[in-house]
């Protein structure tokens, strides 16, 4: 296998569904909604725990943890408990048997050698399942708690690409090597074991900016982009302009999006609780702290781009939302796949209580349109 390969079935998450569907961001307490509803998501382990062995059993393909070492205040402390997401990988790879997680690495918080370890020795323990997302930080404030100064961010992208090469070789059969790149310089590499199956975990990225996106199309199997809020069309513009950005560098990419689902018997019933928990009960003091950490202000945006900005972000902070029955659920995420999509990490205002609902009715939904592979058991919830 060369260095930067990896194994068909694991890029295919061990199943045959066109339309991968995983759960995003239940390692961090209130997930994706900035809200105060009082059943938010409490992302503590027994519930990640009790979520991932009911996504296993249900046939969900995917976990993706979000990787936040400090919460965005607000009346909630949103994001404000999170558990870190290799040893949480770890801890849910031994007790799942089929789903693949995804850990959340740093690269200028993560030595490469320790990270490129612990990321195999979770794919040990899930026998093969393990995934890298990899990024490049963009919270100053995360970043002063370790000490560590946040680089410009062209040079982070830079400093990633050295990180990932010199990963890829540690997973690679390669042993005692050298790596003398300008950012990283390290003697004597050795990793025993190597990942199983003589392949490298499957390795995500979600970068926006122009170098963002160049850097994932190069290195990544998995690219997630942001799916417009316009129409599936211009979500189709989207894939095919990331999956051509791919060709250019010879290779084919997985393009992935994210997603805010409220799905319930009727459509009224899911727009009502969708105003509850986003609108009426959103925790406007941590969107704003969110968006001024990303210099989103009344000054900078003007008032009525503002408050846009504000509806957006209490809402999976920019994921797109599906809010309906099951039918328009169904049909929504059929849409993505017709615009190319290869799969979709949703976020639910509480995982737990609503994933039963939404693998009883829009899974089967999705089987039948040819999508999904039958993968759920008798017994899931
Ligand atoms: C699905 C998804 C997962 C992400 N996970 C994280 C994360 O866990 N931690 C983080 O700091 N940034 C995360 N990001 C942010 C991206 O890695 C990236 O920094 C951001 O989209 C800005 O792009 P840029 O780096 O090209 O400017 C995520 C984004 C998406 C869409």
Redesign the pocket.
């Known amino acids: 296998m060369p260095v930067d390969a990896t194994a068909p079935e694991r890029l295919a998450m061990y199943n045959t569904s066109r339309l991968k569907i995983g759960l995003?961001g239940p390692n961090c307490s209130s997930g994706r909604a900035v809200t105060m509803a009082p059943e938010r998501w409490s992302g503590s382990w027994p519930d990640n725990l009790k979520l991932a062995q009911m996504a296993d059993a249900a046939g969900i393909d995917f976990l993706?943890?979000?990787?936040?070492w400090k919460g965005y205040g607000g009346d909630t402390d949103y994001q404000g408990e999170t558990l870190e997401?290799l040893t949480w990988a770890s801890g849910l790879l031994a007790s799942t048997k089929r789903i693949t997680v995804f850990g959340?690495v740093?690269a200028p918080l993560f030595n490469p050698v320790i990270a490129a370890k612990e990321i195999v020795t979770a794919d040990h323990i899930g026998q093969g399942r393990m995934g890298l997302?990899l990024?490049?930080?963009?919270?100053e404030g995360?970043f002063e708690m370790f000490g560590v100064e946040q680089r410009e961010?062209e040079k982070?992208?830079e400093f990633a690409q050295e990180w990932l090469d010199v990963v890829k070789m540690i997973w690679s059969p390669k042993q005692d090597f050298d790596f003398d790149g300008h950012y990283l310089k390290l003697k004597g590499i050795r990793c025993k074991p190597k990942p199983v199956g003589d392949s490298r975990p499957l390795i995500?990225?979600?970068?926006?900016?122009?170098?963002?996106?160049a850097?994932a199309v190069k290195n990544c199997d998995a690219f997630?982009?942001?799916a417009s809020r316009v129409s599936a069309e211009e979500t189709a513009g989207f894939v095919k302009k990331a999956r051509e950005l791919a060709k250019e560098h010879d290779r084919e990419i997985g393009v992935?999006t994210?997603g805010v689902v409220t799905c319930r018997r009727t459509q009224k019933e899911a727009e009502e609780y969708h105003r509850h928990t986003i609108i009426e009960n959103a925790d406007f003091s941590a969107i704003d702290s969110i968006l001024a950490m990303k210099n989103i202000t009344p000054q900078t945006k003007g008032m009525e781009e503002f408050e846009r900005q504000r509806r957006f972000y209490a809402n999976g902070m920019?994921?797109l939302p599906v809010v309906g029955d099951a039918d328009f659920v169904a049909k929504t995420l059929a849409d993505l796949s017709a615009a190319g999509v290869t799969g979709i990490?949703i976020s639910l205002i509480n995982y737990l209580d609503e994933l039963p609902f939404f693998c009883d009715e829009v899974l089967p939904r999705l089987e039948r349109l040819g999508l999904r592979e039958r993968r759920r058991q008798a017994q899931y919830a």
């Open positions: 995003f993706l943890p979000i990787a936040r997401t959340t740093h997302n990024v490049v930080g963009w919270n995360e961010h982070r992208y995500m990225n979600a970068g926006a900016s122009a170098t963002g996106r850097f997630f982009l942001q992935y994210v920019g994921g990490g």
